[in-house]
């Protein structure tokens, strides 16, 4: 008997050894320990030993239970700690590992919004509004009200979709001008917005669909040197302030006189190269004071109210301005292209 707790001793103790979780702990002490256990087993045999016998195995089976409770102990101590090691190992967030892709990439605004909004902000600073009319517009508005009456020759300066004999696809902001004139409280100044449409072979610099801002401002006394100061000072908003600007000599039959704004070349600087054909100028749009048969046309006496106003291609600042070489992209809206734009 004495042999048999030697053995239950070593062995609970080697398979101890082995025990890798709580559960199994807690099965081996059943075992060994419990009620029904192995050494309680053997306390129960014990009547037909000497009384003697009796004390000395109860004194050595104390110790054994004893012992072995106090090495139980220590493993499950033990396995406790290591499970809180393997959990911190397994929640552990490696700081370093690249972060996830958005579901969706972020977009980007078009260069033509970014330039209308450039100009703009300029212009909302010396007071300006904004104003919008009809994409789809009445050849009276687009044409006759802006002084090119039916089968005037300048007519043709613009290839124009018709949608049937009075109406069309407006060719211009310009017909805003006269819907401003006719429903506004004078003075005014307006920064006119929008999408136009002309009879074009799409190729690098031309698309039938393009986007103009219409300047035009009615006062009683403006002169040709605020136009200039006007359009100075969001060019230089636009393209930085050692751009210069100057009028030259032009035709529109809604201005008079009529002039075009070149600003100094962005490539060069003035010097003169190859995008500005050894000039050191770059054309950017039409300008003038106001013809006063189109004040007349919308209801005012042109004696009493003088305006200026002019057109600027969004799409041809934009070009100017990044750098692109084919005005196509800017409507193709390939995402590769406006990311660029962040
Ligand atoms: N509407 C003209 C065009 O599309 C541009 C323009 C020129 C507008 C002179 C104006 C202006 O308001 O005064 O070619």
Not at 108 to 135: C, H, K, M, Q, S
Not at 270 to 293: L, Y
Not at 306 to 324: H, N, P, S, T
Request: aromatic share 8%; proline share 5%.
């Amino acid at each position: 008997m004495f042999d048999e707790l030697k053995e239950i001793r070593e062995t609970a103790l080697k398979e101890l050894e082995n025990v890798k979780n709580a559960d199994e702990l807690g099965e081996l002490s059943t075992a060994v320990l419990g009620r029904g256990g192995k050494l309680t087993a053997i306390l129960r045999t014990m009547g037909k030993l000497s009384a003697e016998e009796r004390a000395e195995l109860g004194k050595r089976a104390n110790l054994v239970k004893q012992e072995l409770a106090e090495r139980f102990e220590e493993r499950k101590a033990k396995l406790g700690e290591l499970a809180e090691q393997l959990k911190i190992e397994r929640e552990a967030i490696d700081v370093t590992m690249p972060g996830k892709r958005r579901a969706a990439p972020m977009g980007a605004l078009n260069p033509l919004t970014l330039v209308y909004r450039e100009i703009r902000d300029a212009l909302v600073g010396l007071g300006f509004t904004t104003f919008e009319g009809p994409e789809v517009e009445y050849d009276e508005y687009n044409f006759t009200l802006l002084n090119l009456p039916p089968n005037h020759p300048a007519r043709d300066m613009q290839d124009t979709f018709y949608i049937n004999d009075k109406v069309l696809l407006r060719t211009h902001t310009s017909p805003c001008e006269a819907r401003a004139l006719k429903t506004l409280d004078l003075p005014f100044r307006l920064v006119i917005p929008g999408r136009c449409f002309r009879v074009d072979e799409p190729d690098a610099s031309h698309s039938p669909v393009f986007m103009q801002m219409e300047g035009l401002v009615v006062d009683k006394n403006v002169s040709l040197a605020d136009l200039k100061g006007t359009i100075d000072s969001f060019v230089k908003a636009v393209f930085g302030e050692n751009v210069e600007s100057r009028l030259r000599p032009s035709y529109f039959p809604f201005t008079e006189p009529s002039a075009e704004v070149d600003i100094s070349c962005t490539i060069c600087g003035g010097k003169g190269c190859s995008s500005c054909k050894g000039t050191g100028w770059m054309e950017i749009m039409g300008c003038g004071i106001t013809n006063p048969h189109e004040i007349e046309n919308c209801g005012h006496s042109s004696d009493e109210w003088r305006a200026f106003a002019w057109g600027v291609g969004v799409d041809r600042v934009a070009c100017l301005k990044y750098g692109i070489s084919d005005i196509r992209l800017i409507y193709e809206g390939d995402g590769r292209f406006l990311s660029q734009f962040k």
